[in-house]
């Protein structure tokens, strides 16, 4: 069974080559063309792109053929599982770098270097295909931390060996209504979490009945606000708060029972103020629709 090579998120495209045939090549040069077709499947909304990444380097490398398909996340352990077994499984995948682990048995780590063969067409009567292989230095673990964020060679060397890259990180960021802001008295966007609480109170707006009529941001709640996980361990790990060391979970040490002064209580109970009418800076709740919608 062929082993895969993994692409995942924090997701990377290892192109391999597929080929044609050509007049007046050696043997050689004519096995390093032989059409290969390679078959790259992703469970996240990136087709298009992945495609158009194909497109362009098929065109460099015209013996080649990638198709890019979409699985869906809760179908993908099934699908993938089937495919190897039946050896007709993905040649490249993109998935989520927490399955890394659980699927680097199934795959093959990056080599050293990679062989690939170049092809041009010269001159312009008497046209000539022209054939000539170059090799490659794939990125080691050094460059890998060196060029990447920590977090990147944590996920993706395993045994020494490196069995993805990333082609996108996910990253939080804060964005803002400016107009709103400068209605509400906020001339600048906040640069802390003092800061932003102020800006929330001052740009909330509620009725005569107390409802929340204009939201001064989406924080609080976890249903309807994406994200909201990786918001929550953000502040955690803003405070000082350890969430991990290798596999095992380190963000509760310490806390026998619900302690207000555990820097993970506190990060999480700022969080929740954000929903809490009791709260001078209470700006969101569960009533309120889905975040992104609502903005």
Known sequence: MKKKFVIFSLIFSLFLI?????KGLSETQQQS????????????NDVDQLRAMATAYQQLRPYVKINVRQVRYEEFDRLFANALADDVGPDIISVHTRWLGK????????????????????GTIAKE?????????????????????????EDVVINNQIYGLPLAMDTLALYYNKDLLDKSGVPLAPRTWEELSDAVKKSTKFNVAGDIVQS??????????????????????QNGVNMADGNAIRFA???????????????????????????????????????????
């Open 18 to 22: 597929t080929g044609l045939g050509c």
């Open 33 to 44: 063309v032989v059409p290969v077709t390679l078959n790259y499947w992703t469970v996240f």
């Open 103 to 122: 699927y680097a048995n199934r795959l093959s780590p990056m080599p050293e270097n990679v062989t690939v063969a170049n092809v041009t067409v010269q």
């Open 129 to 153: 295909t022209v054939v000539t292989s170059e090799t490659l230095a794939m990125p080691n673990i050094n460059t890998i931390r060196s060029q990447y964020v920590g977090t990147v060679a």
């Open 216 to 237: 001064g941001i989406a924080l609080g709640t976890a249903s309807n606000i994406q994200n909201s996980f990786d918001i929550v361990s953000l502040l955690m790990m």
């Open 253 to 295: 040490d310490g806390l026998q029972r619900p302690t207000p002064d555990h820097p993970a209580m506190q990060a999480l109970s700022y969080y929740t103020d954000f929903a809490r009418s009791t709260q001078d800076f209470y700006s969101w709740n569960v009533r309120k629709g889905d975040a992104l919608q609502e903005f």
